[in-house]
């Protein structure tokens, strides 16, 4: 079944967190960059101020009502991402996916409308999952990946917009670098790099790397489901706050970081 076929079965609904979408896919996609960028042509949401903290006897389950977020387990099937077996049991395609579930299901807690690319060890075209990203309007892609580098020294989190990212892409991307920060979480800072999930669709996106597989100590935390959790907990924290249109809080040592030089 292809991505496309899928998305016809499906229309519009958005079941969550467990409907599937099936496709074909190229391996390693996450590391290639467009040669042509195409800029997010979303108009930047007006600011429309809400109060940092919803009022007390707000329902949970309604504060993000109405809102579309795709999560997308970056990797599957064939290609298994990431992988350094003698420092991580689990491949990249494996952490991604158990991120992207405790993301998925945290988020649709909170109110938010939620769609996996994938819930299953899937193998997925890059292009079709920006495609769903397209099609479905979303206010939010979020695409789950872990790092790896040459060395072993990088370790931390990452987030990603590609280099014409609207003003709604880099709000979202504040928000998680902050929301890692609360839970205690090393983040690296945001980085641009125009990856097929970020770039090659109009939707606001964001894509998180949740820690090097290559870092002995990064590689051991993720693949332990509570850490997992953790930064699942996180990215949602970060995810819920700019569906809301919360405040960014002020992140006086990061910056935006140059363009990453992508490994192939
Ligand atoms: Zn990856």
């Not at 016809?8 to 960059?33: F, M, N, Q, T």
């Not at 395609?93 to 945290?106: E, F, S």
């Not at 003003?167 to 979480?185: N, Y």
Request: glycine residues 6%; positive net charge; contains cysteine.
């Amino acid at each position: 079944m292809t991505c496309r076929k899928n998305n016809r079965k499906y229309g519009s609904a958005w079941i969550v967190p467990a409907v599937l979408l099936l496709a074909g896919c190229r391996a390693s996609d996450r590391h290639v960059e467009l040669p042509s960028p195409q800029a997010q042509t979303r108009p930047a949401p007006q600011a429309a101020r809400r109060p940092a903290l919803p009022p007390a006897d707000t329902e949970p389950s309604r504060l993000t009502a109405g809102k579309r977020v795709l999560v997308d387990a970056g990797h599957g099937g064939r290609d298994p991402g990431a992988w350094q077996a003698t420092l991580s049991k689990l491949p990249e395609k494996t952490i991604n996916l158990g991120i992207a579930r405790g993301l998925a299901a945290a988020l649709q807690r909170q109110g938010a409308a939620v769609r996996l690319t994938r819930s299953e060890d899937e193998f997925i075209d890059l292009q079709d999952r920006a495609d769903l990203a397209r099609q479905q309007q979303v206010d939010l892609m979020i695409s789950v990946h872990a790092n790896s580098a040459p060395g072993s020294n990088a370790s931390g989190a990452e987030v990603y917009i590609c280099r014409t990212a609207s003003e709604a892409s880099e709000r979202a991307a504040r928000q998680i670098e902050s929301a890692f920060k609360r839970a205690g979480l090393a983040c690296r800072g945001i980085r641009k790099a125009n990856f097929v999930v970020l770039a090659r669709h109009p939707r606001p996106a964001v894509l998180v790397e949740c820690g090097f597989l290559t870092h002995p100590d990064d590689a051991r935390r993720l693949n332990d489901p509570a850490f997992r959790a953790r930064i699942a907990a996180a990215i949602a924290d970060g995810v819920t706050r700019y569906l809301l249109r919360e405040p960014i809080p002020t992140s006086p040592t990061d910056p935006l970081v140059a363009d990453r030089q992508l490994v192939p």
